[in-house]
């Protein structure tokens, strides 16, 4: 949006020596985390921070002063740092405190370049005015905010390039380092990225690391053009601005692609996927607000958009322009973009076969049914067993689960089917097959269930392969299907910690060129086979062995 405030909001120089030091992306919040004072005394409290700010993030007395590094945003009028309102929302607080002097006397033009109302993300450098309480688009006559950005960039520059130079200079003098590991008697280095939690975000981003896991899948978004190429935007327009597009033109795939290069590029340990959370809030209003969401929700309204999108066109860009200005595509993304189906369906979709018998006149129905993942019960005889090592029977096994999902059911009273010879509602059994096997297979523990007027957890284990499902006994016709067809090997896990689905900790396992990550938000760590196995799985992703052999086939 267009904002009228930064004039008189934007006063510190481009090159202000009261930025603190070192990397803007790592600058500590400077505000205090105490009880509020009485609305008497604010002033003094605002001063104190800016001098703080300024200074670097000082500490005023032990334990009052913030001091997170997540989510830094600086005040364009006093330099102050500040963490974000994901975090402890001490940068809308440092606002809110220049405001309360105000309230009932007339604002001399001192005052209202006081007032703090303007703040710049030192991470993505997006610009904020918490008196429009929107993003903002625009630059001053000067152009003042973006030499502030430059300034920014170039900080963070200066500091990366020093401080991966005193990396190298570690390594050469160390055979020991946290972020190497040792593969096949080389030294390779992760280059993981992790995600920053933007409040209560954990469900988001173990789908994301998830998802950007996939080979397949993760490649046709990197290889996609950026939106301004699609869009045939002038050099003159420096970036897309999520935020500046009105609610039916934010592009989805745009920021998922954006977020998956991200990912991987290993120029940083933490990414803030907030320019896709914005989007997600414009387009999928469930998940607005900042309390814990589930995981496997997520998950579909994701594919489910990013599906409607990729087959529109890529927001209103034919597919035919995409085809011509991009020679590059691999055969099997142009078959996705020029194709009926998209790369989601392409991956992930598979066919079940519903078949439902009349257990008074025998009439068979048989009805098929897309889908793009399969949502398992955990067998009831199962439920009372939490960990692995517990003795009390036999551990449940994915293989129970998809065998309760495939076998023989009759339907209960609530659920008669209406038979058309009968004429009326008859008691009645369903059995479904899998008519057709994805190339992904995203299997999803229904770990949830509502009890009266209550959502309760089934904390059972359930033991899972990392490698040769075998998927052969639930498909209608196998003896149409090669054995490798039919074999998938694990490529990534989503877990839930905690005891509710409105709580609790969201996070992911994913394999990466023959090494285990576990994704706890922004911290990436290597694990072992081991551990993903004692893990409660919540959501499995397996890749179709030959699909992981021929990665350019769909």
């Not at 993505?124 to 309480?133: G, H, V």
């Not at 996609?224 to 970036?239: C, D, S």
């Not at 009805?367 to 949502?375: G, H, R, T, V, Y």
Request: hydrophobic share 30%.
């Amino acid at each position: 949006m267009e904002c009228p405030h930064l004039s008189s909001s934007v006063c510190i120089a481009p090159d202000s020596a009261k930025f603190p030091n070192g990397s803007p992306s790592s600058w500590c919040c400077s505000g205090e985390c105490g009880p509020r004072r009485p609305a008497t005394h604010p002033r003094p409290r605002l001063r104190r921070a800016c001098r703080l700010g300024a200074a670097g993030g000082g500490r005023a007395d032990s334990g009052s002063v913030c001091r997170s590094n997540k989510s830094p945003w600086v005040c364009l009028t006093c330099s102050s740092v500040h963490c974000g309102r994901y975090v402890n929302g001490h940068a809308k607080k440092h606002y809110e405190d220049a405001q309360i002097p105000l309230t009932n006397h007339k604002k001399s033009e001192k005052q209202e370049k006081a007032q703090h109302t303007v703040c710049m993300d030192c991470s993505s450098y997006s610009t904020y005015c918490y008196r429009c309480d929107d993003f903002v688009v625009n630059d001053t006559k000067l152009g003042l905010v973006q030499k502030v950005r430059e300034h920014l960039q170039n900080l963070e520059n200066s500091a990366f390039t020093a401080d991966r130079h005193r990396k190298r200079k570690l390594l050469e003098n160390s055979s020991l380092n946290s972020k190497l590991l040792k593969v096949n008697g080389s030294t390779t280095a992760i280059c993981a990225t992790g995600l920053r939690n933007l409040g209560n975000t954990c469900f988001m981003n173990a789908i994301l690391q998830s998802l950007s896991n996939i080979e397949q899948f993760c490649c046709y978004f990197k290889e996609l053009p950026a939106v301004e190429l699609r869009n045939g935007k002038t050099a003159g327009r420096r970036t897309y601005h999520t935020r500046s597009q009105g609610e039916n033109n934010v592009s989805l795939v745009e920021e998922f692609r954006k977020t998956l290069c991200a990912l991987w590029q290993g120029s940083q340990t933490a990414f803030s996927p907030e320019s896709l959370f914005y989007v997600v809030w414009k387009i999928m209003p469930n998940f607005r607000g900042y309390q814990q969401q589930d995981a496997h929700e997520f998950m579909r309204y994701l594919l489910d958009h990013l599906h409607l999108e990729l087959q529109g066109g890529f927001n209103g860009i034919s597919r035919s322009s995409i085809l011509q200005e991009n020679s590059t595509l691999s055969a099997s993304n142009k078959c996705c973009i020029n194709g009926a189906s998209t790369v989601v369906t392409a991956i992930f979709g598979g066919i079940l076969q519903n078949e439902v018998n009349c257990l008074i006149c025998g009439t068979e129905s048989r009805k098929f049914d897309p889908f793009l993942d399969l949502s398992l019960d955990i067998p009831s005889q199962f439920r009372n067993k939490r960990s692995k090592n517990q003795e009390n029977g036999p551990t449940c096994s994915l293989r129970d689960c998809l065998r309760s999902f495939t076998d023989l059911e009759e339907l209960d009273e609530t659920e008669l089917y209406m038979c058309h010879k009968c004429k009326k509602k008859q008691k009645s059994t369903k059995k479904f097959w899998i008519q057709k096997l994805p190339k992904v297979l995203c299997l999803h523990l229904k770990r949830f269930h509502w009890t009266a007027y209550l959502r309760n957890k089934v904390d059972t284990y359930v033991e899972f392969p990392l490698r040769g499902l075998d998927m052969k006994c639930y498909l209608l016709e196998p003896e149409n299907s090669g054995p490798e067809n039919c074999l998938y090997d694990l490529a990534a896990v989503v877990v839930h910690h905690g005891s509710g689905v409105g709580s609790g900790h969201y996070t992911a396992y994913a394999t990466h060129e023959g090494r285990w990550f576990h994704f706890n938000d922004s911290t990436v760590t290597l694990t072992d086979e081991d551990t993903v196995l004692k893990a409660k799985a919540y959501i499995l992703f397996y890749v179709e062995r030959q699909a992981k052999a021929g990665s350019d086939k769909l």
